[in-house]
């Protein structure tokens, strides 16, 4: 089993950035792949970034290009999203994903999920 916690969310004005952590405890291998997903209120749970835990390979939403960074940590076990230029569109709860097959944009590949942080961009 692996335990995620994230960590980081708030309230924000348009423009500021915050950064998300995401700690992961237990059975944690460097095969995982990682990733962020968010969910706003009536609608699917979207992808947003994904990091392979041993090489560092990233994938983003088009919708975070150039705004936010997804990194790790490897000694402490810990992701991180940094989110810069927030909008009020990326008002959502924020969810860290642990994966044994690598990253994907789809949310069923992922086999952990942490408890989500809210994270609210007001204009």
């Known amino acids: 089993q692996v335990q995620l916690v994230e960590s980081g969310g708030g309230s924000v004005q348009a423009g500021d950035s915050l950064r998300l952590s995401c700690a992961a405890s237990?059975?944690?291998?460097?095969?995982?792949?990682m990733a962020w997903f968010r969910q706003a209120p009536g609608k699917e749970r979207d992808f947003v970034a994904a990091i392979t835990w041993s090489a560092g390979r990233t994938s983003y939403a088009d919708s975070v290009k150039g705004r936010f960074t997804i990194s790790r940590d490897i000694p402490k076990s810990t992701m991180y999203l940094q989110m810069n230029s927030l909008k009020p569109e990326d008002t959502a709860v924020y969810y860290c994903a642990a994966s044994l097959y690598g990253t994907s944009t789809s949310s069923g590949q992922y086999n952990y999920w942490g408890q989500g942080t809210q994270v609210t961009v007001s204009s």
């Open positions: 237990g059975r944690t291998s460097s095969s995982y792949a």
